[in-house]
């Protein structure tokens, strides 16, 4: 596997921000007043915050509208984002060494841009990334290629050396059948680790593991 270009995920790949996810479905319906009747970090995992609030109105009747809705749950992450959440271990060494590569590099991720780019700038990575493409813009989850398509043709590389790097089962699975080659990464909040090591072509236990992408790197 060569890596010319690299699209990243952000949540469970590059940041260490999972656990907030595995709480806001359900903290932000008991804001509005609604219970939660279902573990809804597993039901909002496969989608986009567009595709939850849209999921919000038809289970819960919640008569918001889809902006109120995901301006309210932003309003909840966005400190979290903007002054707590880090980087996790071997990030900033892995995308430095990719652009000393020539690596093009750019962001796939179901997070709105204010809160990626404001996590990305305080951790000092932010300028690595020639394009943020996230689910909402695209008008597509992860559960479809859309959003790999698009940055596979905003980086101009050919697909068979752009490598997606993720941490989520349905994003990886998307990701191969869509035909990329694909670097999973381990998040502790990812329940099927042996079924993403089975599909992807590299599986790397932490961002530490350079040396598992050596001879990945263009010469």
């Not at 204010?114 to 943020?132: N, W």
């Not at 490598?163 to 989520?168: H, I």
């Not at 993403?196 to 990945?216: F, H, N, P, V």
């Amino acid at each position: 596997m060569r890596i010319c270009g690299a699209i990243f995920d952000v949540d469970g790949t590059l940041l260490d921000s999972m656990s907030i996810w595995d709480t806001i479905g359900e903290t932000y319906l008991r804001s509005i007043g609604y219970e939660p009747k279902e573990n809804l970090n597993e039901v909002f995992k496969n989608m986009s915050l567009r595709q939850a609030a849209r999921y919000y109105q038809t289970e819960y009747d919640v008569t918001l509208g889809i902006e109120q809705i995901m301006d309210g749950v932003n309003a909840m992450l966005e400190r979290y984002y903007r002054f707590e959440v880090l980087l996790k271990p071997g990030a900033a060494e892995l995308l430095a060494r990719l652009r000393e590569s020539g690596v093009k590099l750019c962001i796939a991720t179901a997070t709105d841009r204010y809160l990626v780019e404001a996590a990305l700038e305080r951790c000092g990575v932010l300028s690595c990334f020639g394009e943020i493409f996230t689910c909402n813009e695209v008008g597509h989850g992860k559960d479809e290629p859309d959003i790999f398509e698009a940055a596979l043709r905003f980086l101009g590389t050919e697909k068979a050396e752009t490598v997606v790097f993720d941490d989520a089962f349905y994003a990886v699975k998307t990701a191969k059948e869509a035909g990329f080659p694909v670097a999973a990464v381990y998040d502790r909040h990812e329940k099927n680790s042996e079924e993403i090591r089975a599909l992807a072509d590299l599986y790397l236990e932490d961002l530490t593991q350079l040396d598992k992408l050596g001879s990945c790197f263009p010469a």
